[in-house]
């Protein structure tokens, strides 16, 4: 099982997303979180599902919700890491910034 590190910058990109989602409607944000936290589980699971999209970075929806996880699997170390919580609809530019 691989372990799970999470940059402090994906962090706050979670906990804004899912605070703008309570806010927009009660429940939603926690209905964010645990959609983030099932393909959590699906990666660590299955790290190599999901394709490379750039260099090392590999991209996973957040089903039904515009966010992608991307993150990057650190084999040396066994890890996964969580480099972002990416809305769909800004820059793709700024999604591998790590």
């Given at each position: 099982m691989?372990?799970?590190?999470?940059?402090?910058?994906?962090?706050?990109?979670?906990?804004?997303?899912?605070?703008?989602?309570?806010?927009?409607?009660?429940?939603?944000?926690?209905?964010?979180s645990?959609?983030?936290?099932?393909?959590i589980?699906?990666?660590?699971?299955?790290?190599?599902?999901y394709?490379?999209?750039?260099?090392e970075?590999?991209e996973?929806?957040?089903?039904?919700?515009?966010?992608?996880?991307?993150y990057?699997?650190?084999?040396t170390k066994?890890?996964?890491v969580?480099?972002?919580?990416?809305?769909?609809?800004?820059n793709?530019?700024?999604?591998?910034?790590?």
């Amino acid at each position: 099982m691989f372990e799970l590190i999470v940059l402090e910058e994906a962090k706050e990109e979670l906990v804004e997303a899912a605070l703008y989602y309570e806010l927009q409607k009660a429940g939603l944000g926690e209905r964010f979180s645990l959609a983030v936290k099932k393909q959590i589980d699906v990666i660590l699971r299955t790290p190599k599902l999901y394709q490379r999209k750039k260099k090392e970075y590999r991209e996973a929806l957040i089903k039904p919700f515009p966010f992608l996880l991307v993150y990057r699997i650190d084999s040396t170390k066994n890890r996964i890491v969580v480099v972002s919580v990416f809305h769909t609809k800004r820059n793709p530019k700024h999604k591998h910034s790590k």
